[in-house]
């Protein structure tokens, strides 16, 4: 990034450039439109103070209506370069706009560089170095404003500190054109420096902006990071599905609030039947296929608000969260069954399943978490040995 200090006259070539750029552009937008009405004053003053030294009202007049009307704009060119940005506007379209804002504030430039030029030859000479210290002070705040854009103070400088010199050297009899265009120099001599200091300025401005950026990236990614780490341990890799730690946390939280604020909850216990051969006659590898399968006709049998965990091997948990009664256990265990037993191909390869369920609901199957599960686990080993015998 050492040599893109500049917004216009270099381009990102990355994905992270390209957000620096962005957001130096972000940040000269947000603080360019503040300095709009610091602007229109400096010009009223410099009008005022011209009009104390006689200068010519109709020019005066002409020179400050063009001036508001170009301060206007650039609010308004300001305002949308805002908007722009609120809305997450691309680099290139904030890129147009921000060239638009350089034009206009070149104007200003041209219109302040120009402004010497209308005091009449006879003011004082103390008071066209007041004017020109006016200029020159006045210079030191565009810079300080626009620390983010380099290439406007320079452009401005490079208008001003010329007129101000030409202005010194035209006007003015031999004497006191030395005089001037000494003291001229020795302000020029001043600007410079200020102008090297603004342009290390702007060089940590960029720092401070790629360090942020890098900063926000690294924070993201720890928090990403964190978020698979919570999601692998409270998550079934395989299918996907909650695992039993998941299970096992959830449960309390609704065990809880039934017994605070009343309600009823229940769980589904499944167990696959006839699992065991798959592993053996096709590989884990085809079992795997199946388990992921039977976890998606499970999921897409019950709500949002259920949660569907793999407890292990070819067991599954239906965790129902909100019960009318015992019924709709009973008819959600039928649904389930019904869908998992319809066959299905994979690699051309038929399956056909079953299941063995057991449903527990709270608070007439078991007054807490524990006794729920080991009531429907006892339910479903009882339909299995059944189904066998």
């Not at 101000?164 to 001043?190: E, K, N, P």
């Not at 589904?268 to 699992?275: A, G, P, R, W």
């Not at 037993?341 to 994979?346: E, G, L, S």
Request: net charge negative.
């Amino acid at each position: 990034m050492k040599k893109k200090l500049f917004l216009l006259l270099s381009s990102p070539v990355n994905e992270f450039e390209n957000r620096v750029y962005t957001a130096r552009i972000a940040i000269y937008f947000s603080q360019s439109i503040k300095n709009s009405p610091l602007l229109l004053m400096a010009s009223l003053i410099l009008s005022s103070y011209q009009t104390y030294l006689d200068s010519s009202l109709i020019l005066l007049a002409i020179w400050q209506s063009v001036f508001a009307i170009t301060i206007v704009a650039i609010y308004l060119i300001d305002k949308e370069g805002n908007t722009l940005v609120s809305e997450n506007a691309d680099y290139p379209a904030l890129k147009k706009k921000l060239t638009q804002r350089f034009y206009f504030g070149l104007f200003i430039g041209l219109l302040f560089s120009l402004s010497p030029f209308t005091l009449l030859n006879d003011v004082p000479l103390d008071h066209v170095q007041l004017y020109y210290i006016f200029l020159i002070c006045l210079f030191a705040i565009i810079l300080i404003s626009n620390i983010s854009f380099p290439e406007y103070y320079i452009a401005y400088g490079i208008l001003i500190l010329p007129s101000i010199l030409l202005h010194a050297l035209t006007r003015f009899d031999d004497h006191s054109q030395g005089v001037i265009a000494f003291s001229s120099f020795f302000l020029l001599f001043g600007v410079l420096l200020m102008s090297r200091k603004s342009i290390e300025m702007s060089k940590s401005a960029l720092n401070e902006v790629v360090y942020s950026i890098t900063l926000k990236d690294q924070m993201l990614e720890m928090i990403e990071m964190q978020e698979v780490i919570e999601h692998q341990a409270h998550h079934d890799e395989l299918t996907g599905l909650a695992n039993r730690r998941k299970f096992e946390e959830e449960a309390v939280k609704i065990e809880n609030r039934a017994k605070n604020f009343g309600g009823i909850f229940g769980l589904i216990y499944v167990d696959l039947d006839k699992f065991k051969p798959i592993n053996d006659t096709y590989g884990h590898q085809y079992g795997d296929w199946v388990l992921q399968e039977i976890a998606k006709r499970i999921t897409s049998c019950t709500r949002e608000t259920d949660l569907v965990c793999r407890m292990g091997g070819d067991e599954f948990c239906v965790l129902i969260k909100n019960v009318t009664d015992k019924a709709e256990l009973e008819h959600l265990s039928e649904l389930l069954k019904n869908r998992i037993k319809m066959p299905f191909a994979i690699d051309g390869i038929d399956f056909k399943l079953g299941a063995s369920m057991g449903a527990a609901i709270y608070p007439a199957d078991g007054k807490n978490v524990d006794s729920l599960v080991s009531s429907a686990d006892h339910k479903m080993y009882a339909e299995k040995k059944a189904a066998q015998s």
